[in-house]
Nanobody
Framework: HVQLVESGGGSVQAGGSLRLSCVVSGFNYDSYCMGWFRQAPGNQREGVAGMNSGGTAAYADPVKGRFTISQDNDKNTLYLEMNSLKPEDTATYYC???????????????????WGQGTQVTVS
């Protein structure tokens, strides 16, 4: 079965950068979707960035121009490059995987069936 392990979270000052990584194991599908989501205390989980295996990517409005989602197929790793971080970016960030191929709604949590354990990002 598919497993996801995130890393790269931490504490950073506003304006700083972090890169989150998500190592994926146990899948062998050619068509899939992956995404990054975040959840702050008291808030619902929200989509940050998503992409499908065809290369289509989507970003939430608050992170457009600051965050970039990418993948390294050789390393089976999904990345989220986060620049110009703001205090409102503080949350637990989750990597997610779907064995289905979608071209829309890549930021919807309901599209994804496998989740990582989360990594904390704190911006002060």
């Amino acid at each position: 079965h598919v497993q996801l392990v995130e890393s790269g979270g931490g504490s950073v000052q506003a304006g700083g950068s972090l890169r989150l990584s998500c190592v994926v194991s146990g899948f062998n599908y050619d068509s899939y979707c992956m995404g990054w989501f975040r959840q702050a205390p008291g808030n619902q989980r929200e989509g940050v960035a998503g992409m499908n295996s065809g290369g289509t990517a989507a970003y939430a409005d608050p992170v457009k121009g600051r965050f970039t989602i990418s993948q390294d197929n050789d390393k089976n790793t999904l990345y989220l490059e986060m620049n110009s971080l703001k205090p409102e970016d503080t949350a637990t960030y989750y990597c997610a995987y779907s064995g289905n191929y979608y071209t829309t709604s890549l930021l919807s949590p309901t599209r994804f069936e496998t989740w990582g354990q989360g990594t904390q990002v704190t911006v002060s």
